[in-house]
């Protein structure tokens, strides 16, 4: 069965950071492209970041360029979004998701709620 | 590329149609021929589900109900005849450019 379990969230303080995990399971891993996408109340579902099998292509919105860093270790089934310099506007439920084919997701974690304050 | 949905709230009766429009600023075709829209459900308190992809494709599991149609910049979700369980918000979404995007989502629920 193919899960994805999102890990990381919690409460910071603007200008702080974190780093959010996503352990995947039930395929493999290392050949799909993956994806951090997040939710908020307001704002709906915004894509955040894709990451391409192997690592070397990465892409991000503009509202988090340069502020935060996704990565995969394929070794340990595991997918990663650094945030730094965070803003209340990126309060959000974070979403790991698993790419099955070009311009699509399919498989999505149950989320992970971050949460900083002024 | 923006995604604009309507209606944004769709009350429908048990049994009875329903249909969601979704508009992108941009044709969503690609020169490899295929468009790279989808539609995904969220129901209350859970993750989105994709029911759709390339804006016709039923992903495995998804009762034939629910169909997608359209071209361009123009597309469909209907579904058939409501159950009590399609109560959510459904989100279309393009994957031809980046950044991907949502459409705002459209509130189903029943009368």
């Known amino acids: 069965e193919v899960q994805v379990v999102e890990s990381g969230g919690g409460l910071v303080q603007s200008g702080g950071s974190r780093r959010l995990s996503c352990v995947a399971s039930g395929f493999k891993f290392s050949t799909y492209w993956m994806s951090w996408v997040r939710q908020t109340p307001g704002e709906g579902l915004e894509w955040v970041a894709n990451i391409g099998a192997g690592g070397s292509d990465k892409y991000y919105v503009d509202s988090v360029e340069g502020r935060f860093t996704i990565s995969r270790d394929d070794a340990k089934n595991s997918l990663y979004l650094e945030m730094n310099s965070l803003r209340p506007e990126d309060t959000a439920v974070y979403y790991c998701?698993?790419?099955?084919?070009?311009?699509?997701?399919?498989?999505w974690g149950q989320g992970t709620l971050v949460t900083v304050s002024s | 590329v923006v995604m604009t949905q309507s209606p944004i709230s769709l009350p429908v009766t048990l049994g009875q149609p329903a249909s969601i429009s979704c508009r992108s600023s941009?044709?969503?075709?690609?020169?490899?021929?295929?468009?790279?829209l989808n539609w995904f459900q969220q129901r209350p308190g859970q993750s989105p589900r994709r029911l759709i992809y390339?804006?016709?494709n039923r992903d495995s599991g998804v009762p034939d109900r629910f169909s997608g149609s359209g071209s361009g910049t123009d597309f469909t979700l209907k579904i058939t005849r409501v159950e009590a369980e399609d109560v959510g918000v459904y989100y279309c979404?393009?994957?031809?450019?980046?950044?991907?995007?949502f459409g705002q989502g459209t509130k189903v629920e029943i009368k």
């Open positions: 979404m393009q994957g031809l450019y980046w950044p991907w995007t």
């Open positions: 941009h044709g969503l075709v690609h020169s490899d021929g295929n468009t790279y």
């Open positions: 998701a698993r790419s099955d084919q070009k311009g699509s997701v399919d498989y």
């Open positions: 390339k804006v016709s």
